[in-house]
């Protein structure tokens, strides 16, 4: 005979299933059984009781969803695979493009899954043992906030795992969002209270998402939904393809859009697209348009990716909504390279969700297309319903003499005469104009740079007031008695700045050269130059033919790199910033090989055993990543090119290559490695000779 279950076990378990059943009412059925009062004191009754009995709390519990004390500050985490962006298009001739390219590239026609795109903030969401581990979001592709806390309160997305998921680590990107009744209702009661309201509810679950404060987030009821699986297991080679996945992932717990198709033609697509773009109106939440995928992952890895978005994807944008408002004012705003922007100043107005009071105008020949006038009545619409822009002018309703706006002949910041540049127009005065020596430091101090934590606009602008600092170099020169000047600065900030000061000194010297600001040079082609001529001191006297013979430099850049390194303040700077610490030299990453090296002058004979070799990476590899695998190639003197091409020298081919791609390549007579070679070929002691 069973013994009877202790009573508060029993009631646990009822309020933890009573609480659920409310829960999916709330997020599923968007129907609301209970009072929120009514809910919040059946979950303090369950808090009370697990407080009590620690060992009857389940992983799934609906208290674990509850945020907990405020969080100091989000922590940030590097993404496994960097989170890329789509392509996108808002014509269905371009749409037709990327099928035919597709087409193209495989030898036939291939079948697609095409889901709504919500207009939300996208995730990444890790789990390990079937429980969530952390979540991350976008920020800059290559790494994001660990936002864990506030994701674990959004009752749709599992804590826990059904017992169909695997065991080993999974990856799962989505997109979180509000519906619009629960936006509705917020805003409601904001009108209610004779408060502003919030303008979309895109914007709102960014911040949301962004609170320090958990209780806040669950107080709000977010929702996601999945589209993305990733992982190392063995249900993943069994299901290798995105129809198959997104099974997986329903099966496991996930919500899924339920307005999705796969495997389709690319004429069902199509009839997909049209559907929702007259019905999206009807959907509970945004959407911004639809995400067409090529749905076998094998055709994915022959169509292969750009540097910023894969080939077998493109997002499908519906046009944006237009409205009609009045410019009231032209500002022309300096950046830290001395581009003057002129930036529209409009009547506020309701587009796509948004109020919208600004505009950039871009460069002096936007507005020459324009033809702008003071008072005229102009169109806007938000270019993927985010960039807002004004693409015409209504002339029948310009005022009478209204005057022209003119583009400006002096730097509005400084007085400086601007010079002319193509389109675009600049102040030369780098070294005394204060927006460009705010924006230098700026761009010094940020994320992709040197990654100075707690240096914000404001402390950087008031560090330059009270000329406690007046260049980059200056700020390894900060001291606790140096920034006890600044007003509202406790000994605890102090602290934490200049250890984030002394930690950028281990940032790598690609990162370095591009935090220097070097007009016309990004990252991408910082890399390309550390890599090239593997230090500063190479680099400062390098000659013009020097920086042409790189394939990824033009004439314009090589004469900026040039001009930035001729002028004598800039040699001084980054001869102070070496004397200061910072690393002044490449470090290669050769599989295999030591790197790091020190500030020194490096070691060009170092083995660059695929110099002017062309490659490209297929499949899967058992020793490293794909990434790390392309990383090395580059740093052994090879080349990576993003498809097959007569130009290869080597197809290196893991696991799940492409039958079709290496068939291709077989017949051009490309040689193929596999990754044993390449790595033999990396170390140094390959057999083959490239």
Known sequence: MDSPMNPELARMRDLAQLLRHYNRAYYLQDQSLVTDQEFDLLLKELEALERKNPQWVEDDSPTKRVGGDVIVGFETRDHLRPMLSLGNTYSQDELKGFHDRCCKALGFSPRYSAELKIDGVAISLHYRNRRLEYAVTRGDGLRGDDVTANVRTIECIPLVLKASAPLEAVEIRGEIYMDRSAFERINHNKREQGEETYANPRNFASGTLKLLDSKQVRRRKLSALCYQLDGDFDGMHRNAHHHLRMAL???????????????????????????????????PFDIDGVVVKVDDFGHREELGYTAKSPRWAIAYKYPAQSVQTVLQDVKFQVGRTGVVTPVAHLQAVEVAGTT?????????????????????????????????????????????????????????????????????????????????????????????????????????????QLQIIQDPADLYRLSHERLSLMERMGERSRKRLLQSIEESKRIPFEKVLFAL??????????????????????????????????????????????????????????????????????????????????????????????????????????????????????????????????????????????????????????????????????????????
């Open 517 to 690: 600001g070097i007009r016309g040079i990004g990252e991408v082609a910082s890399l390309t130059l550390a890599r090239k001529f593997q230090n500063m001191a190479n680099l400062s006297v390098a000659t013009r033919d020097d920086l042409l013979a790189i394939h990824e430099i033009g004439e314009k850049s090589a004469d900026q790199i040039l001009e930035w390194f001729a002028d004598r303040q800039h040699q001084s700077l980054w001869q102070r910033l070496a004397l200061y610490g910072l690393t002044m030299a490449y470090a290669p990453r050769h599989f295999g090989l030591p790197s790091a090296p020190d500030n020194g002058p490096s070691d060009l004979s170092l083995p660059r055993p695929l110099e002017n070799k062309k490659l490209l990476v297929t499949g899967r590899f058992e020793q490293l990543d794909r990434e790390t695998l392309k990383q090395q190639i580059e740093d052994a003197g090879g080349t990576l090119l993003g498809s097959i091409s007569s130009k290869l020298d080597y197809l290196v081919a893991g696991t799940e290559a492409g039958p079709s791609k290496l068939r291709k390549v077989r017949d051009w007579g490309i040689t193929i490695l596999t990754e044993e070679e390449i790595l033999k070929i990396l170390q140094g002691n390959g057999e083959r000779t490239p």
């Open 249 to 283: 992932l329903k099966d496991w717990g996930f919500p899924v859009s339920a307005h999705r198709i796969g495997p389709s033609t690319f004429e069902e697509v199509l009839r997909f697209i049209h559907r929702w773009q007259s019905t999206r109106t009807e959907l």
């Open 356 to 464: 919208v009071q600004r505009a950039s105008l871009y460069n002096d020949a936007e507005m020459r297309r324009l033809d702008l006038h003071y008072g005229d009545t102009i169109l806007l619409e938000k270019g993927g319903d985010i960039i807002p822009k004004i693409t015409d002018v209504v002339l029948a309703l310009r005022p009478d003499g209204a005057a022209a706006i003119p583009f400006p002949r002096n730097c509005p910041e400084c007085g400086n005469p601007l010079l002319g540049q193509d389109a675009l127009h600049y102040c030369a005065n780098h070294r005394n104009c204060p927006p460009q020596i705010l924006g230098r430091l700026e761009h010094f101090v940020s994320r992709k740079a040197m990654n100075i934590e707690h240096l914000g606009p404001e402390t950087l602008e008031a560090l330059l």
